[in-house]
């Protein structure tokens, strides 16, 4: 089976070579002596140059591919951003949006790293927002070898899955405990306080993506899904509690469903307000230190102008679910959702899973603790055989062994 597998695999290889040889069989026939009798117009005349010409081919087709690859993603990067820059600036009022390019003389107010895979920009300076993050991430266009091997490679293997394929804005808007209704008016010195209110998770998720999202994000793995009429049926709510189900609409305008979720079907992945980390705590320390309140805003890449005004809408949605939450918690007015009570089940819920957290750790733990144990033991027998004790030391363990054997048969014989 060996052979016939390497069969298949070198004889093409081995004729490919042989017709590129071929190519050139006249010249490669011809003596030393015929060779240096002709010019060097005439060697470049007599030579063929068929498969220079194709290498050259290739490289100026995967030049035309990178540069296609390129502005293909600035292109798509450009729309959104400049979409998303207007609107952070003129709707909601951000005081600084963007951020100059790292790159001397260009006017791009977003990020373009990892050869041109990852853009990023910004917004902050706002009552009730710390600042707004915005993530994009496409695939490499400009690298269409490995695209296409990727793509293979998950059609042919359904179980690898490669995240450079994966397409998505990602927005993250965090919360800074600090109300002002204007201008003028004078903020609060709370926030440490205000922020503490924010410790739950309650998402909205599109189906499509509610199991395999699952996986991906912890903070949602720790949720209860729930069908709820109150939202389209595309979606699901995924909360930690189902009592806080209804934050969101709570804080947003009565058409929120109809002039946003509804018409955001093919775009929107999720939205979760949450405060726990995107990747499992390795202890209870790690877990204390990861808590960050922010809603997350994870949606497919805006292919119209109609899905770049639903991005604009669901990130003004979510701002202003924070301005209504953080106005109704300075101000103490309202019925509010988030009740002491509720962050106090909630909580209970955490201390479940920090226990587990911690004793996944320590399980972890010992069995580094047995393998640094074990590593010690074979260093410590290598050191002993380089001097010879190790030798000697089984000689004298042998012997006590047979000591022992010949005493317990004494034993018997004196019982006997």
Same mark, same amino acid.
């Given at each position: /089976?060996?052979?016939?597998?390497?069969?298949?695999?070198?004889?093409? #290889?081995?004729?490919? =070579?042989?017709?590129?040889?071929?190519?050139?069989?006249?010249?490669?026939?011809?003596?030393?002596?015929?060779?240096?009798?002709?010019?060097?117009?005439?060697?470049?005349?007599?030579?063929?140059? /068929?498969?220079? =010409?194709?290498?050259? &081919?290739?490289?100026?087709?995967?030049?035309?591919?990178?540069?296609?690859?390129?502005?293909?993603?600035?292109?798509?990067? *450009?729309?959104?951003?400049?979409?998303?820059?207007?609107?952070?600036?003129?709707?909601?009022?951000?005081?600084?949006?963007?951020?100059?390019?790292?790159?001397?003389?260009?006017?791009?107010?977003?990020? *373009?790293?990892?050869?041109? /895979?990852?853009?990023?920009?910004?917004?902050?300076?706002?009552?009730?927002?710390?600042?707004?993050?915005?993530?994009?991430? #496409?695939?490499?266009?400009?690298?269409?070898?490995?695209?296409?091997?990727?793509?293979?490679?998950?059609?042919?293997?359904?179980?690898?899955?490669?995240?450079?394929?994966?397409?998505?804005?990602?927005?993250?808007?965090?919360?800074?405990?600090?109300?002002?209704?204007?201008?003028?008016?004078?903020?609060?010195?709370?926030?440490?306080?205000?922020?503490?209110?924010?410790?739950?998770?309650?998402?909205?998720?599109?189906?499509?993506?509610?199991?395999?999202?699952?996986? *991906?994000?912890?903070?949602?793995?720790?949720?209860?899904?729930?069908?709820?009429?109150?939202?389209?049926?595309?979606?699901?709510?995924?909360?930690?509690?189902?009592?806080?189900?209804?934050?969101?609409?709570?804080? $947003?305008?009565?058409?929120?469903?109809?002039?946003?979720?509804?018409?955001? /079907?093919? &775009?929107?992945?999720?939205?979760?307000?949450?405060?726990?980390?995107?990747?499992?705590?390795?202890?209870?320390?790690?877990? $204390?230190?990861?808590?960050?309140?922010?809603?997350?805003?994870?949606?497919?890449?805006?292919?119209?102008?109609?899905?770049?005004?639903?991005?604009?809408?669901?990130?003004?949605?979510?701002?202003?679910?924070?301005?209504?939450? $953080?106005?109704?918690?300075?101000?103490?007015?309202?019925?509010?959702?988030?009740?002491?009570?509720?962050?106090?089940?909630?909580?209970?819920?955490?201390?479940?899973?920090?226990?587990?957290?911690?004793?996944?750790?320590?399980?972890?733990?010992?069995?580094?603790?047995?393998?640094?144990?074990?590593?010690?033991?074979?260093?410590?027998?290598?050191? &002993?055989?380089?001097?010879?004790?190790?030798?000697?030391?089984?000689?004298?363990?042998?012997?006590?062994?047979?000591?022992?054997?010949?005493?317990?048969?004494?034993?018997?014989?004196?019982?006997?």
């Amino acid at each position: /089976t060996q052979v016939t597998m390497f069969e298949v695999i070198l004889d093409p #290889l081995t004729s490919l =070579m042989e017709r590129i040889n071929n190519f050139n069989a006249p010249y490669n026939a011809l003596s030393i002596e015929e060779q240096q009798a002709m010019s060097l117009f005439q060697r470049i005349r007599f030579y063929n140059w /068929t498969f220079e =010409m194709y290498c050259g &081919l290739f490289v100026l087709a995967l030049y035309i591919a990178y540069q296609y690859g390129v502005s293909a993603n600035v292109s798509i990067a *450009d729309k959104v951003f400049n979409s998303l820059h207007v609107y952070l600036k003129n709707e909601l009022k951000f005081a600084r949006v963007g951020l100059t390019s790292l790159k001397s003389g260009s006017p791009k107010l977003y990020l *373009d790293q990892h050869l041109h /895979t990852w853009f990023s920009s910004f917004a902050t300076g706002r009552s009730s927002i710390d600042c707004i993050n915005v993530k994009v991430h #496409l695939k490499p266009r400009n690298n269409p070898v490995s695209l296409c091997i990727e793509y293979f490679l998950s059609y042919i293997f359904a179980a690898f899955t490669y995240e450079d394929l994966d397409e998505y804005v990602e927005v993250e808007i965090k919360p800074n405990g600090v109300y002002v209704s204007n201008e003028n008016a004078n903020a609060n010195n709370n926030k440490s306080e205000i922020l503490k209110n924010f410790k739950f998770v309650t998402s909205i998720v599109n189906k499509t993506i509610m199991d395999t999202i699952r996986i *991906d994000r912890y903070f949602l793995s720790l949720t209860h899904v729930t069908e709820n009429d109150k939202i389209p049926k595309e979606y699901v709510f995924m909360s930690e509690v189902n009592q806080i189900n209804d934050f969101i609409y709570k804080y $947003t305008k009565g058409s929120f469903n109809d002039e946003v979720l509804k018409k955001s /079907t093919k &775009l929107l992945q999720f939205i979760s307000f949450t405060d726990l980390p995107d990747l499992r705590p390795m202890d209870g320390k790690s877990w $204390t230190a990861s808590l960050s309140p922010r809603c997350v805003i994870r949606t497919n890449i805006p292919t119209s102008s109609q899905d770049l005004e639903l991005l604009n809408k669901l990130i003004g949605s979510m701002v202003e679910v924070y301005d209504n939450f $953080t106005r109704e918690l300075v101000q103490k007015t309202g019925n509010v959702v988030i009740t002491p009570d509720v962050l106090k089940k909630i909580n209970n819920l955490r201390q479940g899973e920090i226990t587990r957290v911690e004793k996944i750790a320590n399980h972890y733990a010992m069995e580094l603790a047995m393998e640094e144990k074990k590593e010690q033991i074979k260093e410590k027998r290598r050191e &002993l055989k380089k001097t010879g004790e190790l030798q000697s030391n089984e000689q004298k363990m042998r012997e006590k062994r047979e000591r022992r054997q010949r005493n317990k048969q004494k034993q018997k014989m004196t019982s006997q």
